[in-house]
Structure formats: structure tokens, C-alpha cells
């Protein structure tokens, strides 16, 4: 049965997640209604004030985790956004391996990597590039989200394979996981990402600077200062000369320091 969400707990409920978690849910009153309804009280709670009394009291990392589950979408797919894709191959990856001839480091950061389909999609594009020479570079990739759901997922790596998926890939990326009748991601391809859990609005302080930031279909989420404040932080995180990629559908400021170079792909003078 759908339960009602007066204002007052509505405005509790969209302020904790807009400040600790970045996502802007304040039109989205119906969705939070009809998404949690059932799961609230298949928990025991009688009405929306007593979960969300719950929820802002003990903030419990599940509990939370859940709340954003449900009122997100960790929709993902292999190649997605296939330009971006063709883009890094043929422009972003031939820069960076001349640019890192020396020290044959490439740092790449999938932010918001979901079920960690973009981050072994880049692994593969990269093993393709490199042949042979993979084994003498260091292609570091990071993947980050902040559902722990979706990294236990990313981390097994086992899929439904679309058509999109080229026929020489599954051959060589992925083998028939005899449990379950799909595909696994092979352990080459899987070793070669980091997962981490990691909240986009925290500051960035990872030991290294990137190559190259994707954060795609992400923003969707956010207000128009959280956006701001995040490519600020990816600005400073990305190297001179790196590339931060975004979803199609999305834009960023045009004071942001990147320059835009092509659909949904800016780089850091």
C-alpha cells in the first residue's frame, strides 16, 4: 500500500541526502513515495516519519545505501556512450602514452562506476592499445561509487553481454561463468581496476592526480552549486593536459578551467 510523506518529512528526508550525498530529490516527492512505500514497511515501520526518524538518528550506512538504491538509477551498460569510447582510443590514449613515454603511468578514475561496466570497458580498450606492451605499463584505473551493492557486483564482474560487445572481446575478455550460464570479466581484466567506495561530495584526495576522469550520467543528480563544486574538485584532481569526460546529457560551466573539445569531453589546459 503507498503511503503519504507529509511536507515536513519530505524536507528532512531531501536536505539529509542533498547535503551528505549531493543528489537533489526535492521534485521528486511521487518517486520517494512510490519507490519506498512497500520497502518501509516490509521493515516495520508504520508511516515515513518513524523511518526517517530512523534513517537521520542512527545513519546507518545500509540503511542509507538502500534509501539512495532505490531513488537512483544504476542503469549501465558495456561501450555505453560509444563516441566517448572511440574518442579515447583514438585521440586521448595515443596523447597519453606519448605524454607518459617516460614513466609509463596512465591514471584513469571511473567516478560513479555503478556495476563496473565503463571501468572494464576502459581496461579492455587499453589492453587492445597496448598489445603486447600492456605488461610494461602501469594503467592504474580506479573505480568508485557509493553504493556498496553495486562495487560487490563490479567486483565479480559477471554479466549478461550485450550485442554491442564486439565478438573478439568476449572471446578474449570473458569466459562462461558455469554457475549462473553468464559471462566473468577474466581475471587480467578484473585486477587491472581498484574498487573503492567513495562519496563524490567528500574532498578528492587520492595519492595521484588523473589521466583522464570519467563521470557519466552522474550530475543527473545534482543541483547546479553541487555540480560546480564537484568539477571544481575534478579540475584540481586532473593532471595539465588531462581530460575529464561527462554524460551526454549533461553540461558543465563554462568557467570551469576545462576546455571543451568534444561532445561531453573537456580537457585541462
Not at 252 to 259: D, E, H, L, T
Request: proline letters at 5%.
Amino acid at each position: 500500500m503507498e503511503m503519504t510523506i507529509s511536507d515536513a518529512d519530505f524536507l528532512r528526508l531531501t536536505q539529509f541526502i542533498q547535503q551528505n550525498y549531493g543528489i537533489d530529490l526535492t521534485k521528486k516527492r511521487q518517486l520517494i513515495v512510490s519507490r519506498l512505500s512497500y520497502t518501509i514497511q516490509t521493515m516495520g515501520y508504520q508511516d515515513f516519519g518513524s523511518f526517517i526518524n530512523h534513517l537521520l538518528t542512527k545513519r546507518n550506512p545500509s540503511d542509507i545505501e538502500l534509501v539512495i538504491n532505490k531513488l537512483t538509477t544504476n542503469y549501465t551498460f558495456f561501450m555505453r556512450e560509444q563516441d566517448h569510447f572511440t574518442f579515447f582510443q583514438k585521440t586521448i590514449l595515443p596523447e597519453m602514452i606519448r605524454l607518459h613515454e617516460k614513466d609509463r603511468v596512465l591514471s584513469i578514475w571511473s567516478a560513479g562506476c555503478s556495476s563496473g561496466e565503463e571501468p572494464y570497458t576502459i581496461a579492455m580498450y587499453l589492453k587492445d592499445y597496448l598489445g603486447l606492451r600492456a605488461s610494461q605499463w602501469d594503467t592504474r584505473i580506479l573505480a568508485t561509487d557509493i553504493s556498496q551493492k553495486a562495487l560487490s557486483a563490479a567486483k565479480e564482474g559477471i554479466y549478461d553481454l550485450p550485442d554491442t560487445i564486439p565478438p573478439e572481446w568476449k572471446r578474449r575478455y570473458f569466459q562462461l561463468d558455469a554457475k549462473s550460464g553468464r559471462f566473468q570479466v577474466v581475471p587480467e581484466i578484473r585486477n587491472s581496476v581498484t574498487f573503492r567506495t567513495f562519496n563524490l561530495m567528500e574532498p578528492i584526495r587520492f595519492p595521484t592526480k588523473f589521466d583522464v576522469i570519467f563521470c557519466r550520467n552522474v550530475m543527473i543528480y545534482f543541483d547546479q552549486p553541487t555540480k560546480d563544486a564537484l568539477v571544481q574538485r575534478f579540475y584540481q584532481a586532473t593532471k595539465p593536459e588531462g581530460y575529464l569526460l561527462i554524460g551526454h546529457s549533461e553540461t558543465i560551466n563554462r568557467n570551469s578551467g576545462y576546455q571543451p573539445i568534444a561532445a561531453a569531453t573537456f580537457r585541462k589546459p
